[in-house]
């Protein structure tokens, strides 16, 4: 006895609409990763430096901005910590790509900052309120770096980031 061929369906079965709906959801969120990777790929990556993993200082705040609006971040500070998905460390790591450097510290402890954030060749380096040094400023300058006084957090804000 041979087997009869069962004619095929053109309808889909409750289980394989719930299959096609996890298939679509997966893809979804596949796409937007995909766009969330590409999005951070196309922003410029920035270096905070004097970055803490203390949520009620003003660098804690600005890490998760930036974040939030896609940026890739690099953190250094006085202790590691965890600042949302970014790793504070407290070396100073060779890195590439760096287009902004932003400061969170005061014009003294910057100074032992000057060679490394030199040798970055970053586009520009925000001091921040409190960050402001004359020194610092001039030798960004003279390295074709612009620097800027200004607050990261308000930059953000108003899209001038």
Same mark, same amino acid.
């Given at each position: 006895?041979?087997? +009869? ?6 309808? #889909?079965?409750?289980?394989? &609409? %719930? ?7 997966? $893809? ?20 905070? #430096?004097?970055?803490?993993?203390? =949520? ?7 890490? !998760?901005? $930036? ?7 690099? +953190? ?29 510290? !005061? @014009? ?13 060749? =970053?586009?520009?380096?925000?001091? !921040? =309120? ?10 960004? &300058?003279?390295? !074709? #770096?612009?620097?800027?006084? @200004?607050?990261? $957090?308000? $930059?953000? %804000?108003?899209?001038?980031?």
């Amino acid at each position: 006895m041979g087997l +009869a061929a069962q004619p095929r369906s053109n309808t #889909i079965s409750p289980g394989m &609409q %719930s299959n096609a709906a996890f298939t679509k959801q997966a $893809l979804d969120l596949l796409y937007t990763q995909h766009n969330i990777i590409i999005m951070e790929e196309q922003k410029n990556k920035t270096l905070v #430096i004097g970055a803490s993993g203390d =949520p009620s200082r003003y660098s804690y705040l600005a890490i !998760n901005k $930036l974040r939030n609006n896609g940026y890739p971040v690099l +953190a250094i500070g006085k202790r590691n910590a965890m600042v949302g998905d970014v790793e504070v460390v407290t070396d100073k790591k060779e890195t590439d790509g760096i287009d902004t450097v932003v400061l969170y510290l !005061n @014009a003294d402890h910057q100074k032992e900052y000057y060679n490394y954030i030199l040798s970055l060749k =970053p586009k520009r380096i925000i001091f !921040n =309120p409190g960050a402001e040094n004359a020194e610092l400023y001039d030798l960004a &300058q003279a390295n !074709n #770096i612009k620097p800027m006084e @200004a607050c990261t $957090l308000v $930059l953000l %804000s108003t899209g001038q980031y």
